[in-house]
Antibody, heavy 118, light 110 residues
């Protein structure tokens, strides 16, 4: 069965960077896209970007352009999301999700809490 | 920026039917439809339907999605206590080139 397992919670200071991982199993990693979204406390999800795990092609939300980098390691079946220049408003749970065949997402990771605090 | 509009809350009785709505425009819902997700407190979102209105294989037939123009709907029949959750719609916006989410609807089963 398909699983997306994310790395553990992080606490970072303002101005720092954070890198969250998403390890996929149970399917051919390079045949799907992986998306990243975040959810601030009490808010709805917010899309950050996606990567074609096969080609490595990325697309980002313009809101995060220049601050977010999504990458993957095909040998480890793992996708990564790095967010730089962190500020307190970046405190949120970050999720990875697999895209099902051009429709939308079918599997989500368990989420990673990133707290930005001085 | 344009977003997707959902009513903040909906309440309906046990074993009744609830219909949740999500309104966008021709660049998003009207373009390729909307997906629906359910989220219980402290858990990740769970897909209930894809943009083509099909359900994941593990989702009950009590959940059905549809679209009319720029409005997507999720109908939940025979409401159960476990259906109390937050429900989000999401759609790709081909003009903004990003996925949008609605603000969410909190469903209360009375």
């Amino acid at each position: 069965q398909v699983h997306l397992v994310q790395s553990g919670a992080e606490v970072e200071k303002p101005g720092a960077s954070v890198k969250v991982s998403c390890k996929a199993s149970g399917y051919t990693f390079t045949s799907y896209l992986i998306h990243w979204a975040r959810q601030a406390p009490g808010q709805g999800p917010e899309w950050m970007g996606r990567i074609d795990a096969g080609s490595g092609e990325t697309e980002y939300s313009h809101k995060f352009q220049g601050r977010v980098t999504i990458s993957r390691d095909t040998s480890a079946s793992t996708a990564y999301m790095e967010l730089s220049s962190l500020r307190s408003e970046d405190t949120a749970v970050y999720y990875c999700a697999r895209e099902k065949g051009g429709t939308s997402w079918d599997y989500w990771g368990q989420g990673t809490l990133v707290t930005v605090s001085s | 920026q344009a977003g997707l509009t959902q009513p903040p809350s909906v309440s309906q009785g046990l074993r009744q039917t609830a219909t949740l709505t999500c309104t966008g425009n021709s660049n998003n819902i009207g373009y390729e439809g909307a997906a629906w997700l359910q989220q219980h407190q402290g858990h990740p979102p769970k897909p209930l339907s894809y943009r083509n209105n099909n359900r994941p294989s593990d989702i009950s037939g009590r959940f059905s999605a549809s679209r009319s123009g720029n409005t997507a709907s999720l109908t939940i029949a025979d409401l159960q206590p476990e259906d109390e959750a937050d429900y989000y719609c999401s759609a790709w916006d081909n003009s903004l080139r990003l996925w949008l989410f609605g603000g969410g609807t909190k469903l209360t089963v009375l």
